[in-house]
């Protein structure tokens, strides 16, 4: 019914830049939330940068300064721009998107590794 897609994960050198994509699709009749989440080996699942399908951006206190999230020109297509990585940013990147209704859609996730 609605499928979320990521994009754009890779190995990258400490302070270096990448780019996610995500991509929601199907039964969608307006804007939604979107955001980011990252989930490193042995660690829970933390939110990186949310948008509200008013424009209005959270994110993460380890993240800001550094990543921005923001809309593309379709609808409920979003984009995280990734610089100085770290690290400590290797994960797997998520896409969520808020509803329609009380439920989340969830992408599959895209690895990002920050290594030399």
Known sequence: QVQVVESGGG??????????????????FGIYGMGWYRQAPGKQR???AHITSG?????AD???GRFTISRGNAKNTVYLQMTSLKPEDTAIYYC????????????????VTVSS
Not at 11 to 28: F, M, W
Not at 55 to 59: F, V
Not at 96 to 111: A, E, F, I, K, V
């Open 55 to 59: 424009g209005n951006t959270n994110y």
């Open 62 to 64: 380890s993240v800001k």
């Open 46 to 48: 933390e939110l990186v």
């Open 96 to 111: 969520q998107l808020d509803g329609p209704g009380p439920r989340d859609y969830w992408g599959q996730g895209t690895q």
């Open 11 to 28: 190995l990258v050198q400490p302070g270096g830049s990448l780019r996610l994509s995500c991509v929601a699709s199907g039964r969608l």
